[in-house]
């Protein structure tokens, strides 16, 4: 009795790592598969902004100044 669940245990397992065996090479190709879809860093390039002109500097300069003067008598007033 206890040699017939024995065999059939060692039975079940050796199934299972023939399926863990299938599956992770399975995982393995897909990997390739990714890794050759993959863009390298060199050619994908950054999104980068757009360059701002003295007159646009000036512009948000003005604005960010007027904002933290703002800023601070709203924090004197608490």
């Known amino acids: 009795m206890i040699e017939s669940i024995q065999v059939t245990l060692k039975k079940s397992l050796s199934l299972l790592?023939?399926?863990k065996a299938r599956i992770e090479a399975e995982?393995?190709?897909v990997r390739e598969?990714?890794?050759a879809l993959r863009v390298?860093?060199?050619l994908a390039?950054?999104?980068r902004r757009k360059?701002?002109?003295a007159a646009?500097?000036?512009s948000v300069s003005k604005r960010m100044k007027a904002y933290w003067a703002r800023r601070?008598?709203?924090a004197a007033k608490k």
């Open 40 to 42: 390298p860093p060199s």
């Open 17 to 19: 790592d023939a399926e």
């Open 33 to 35: 598969a990714l890794a």
């Open 56 to 58: 646009e500097r000036a």
């Open 45 to 47: 390039g950054r999104r």
């Open 51 to 53: 360059p701002m002109s």
């Open 27 to 29: 995982m393995q190709v």
């Open 72 to 74: 601070r008598r709203q």
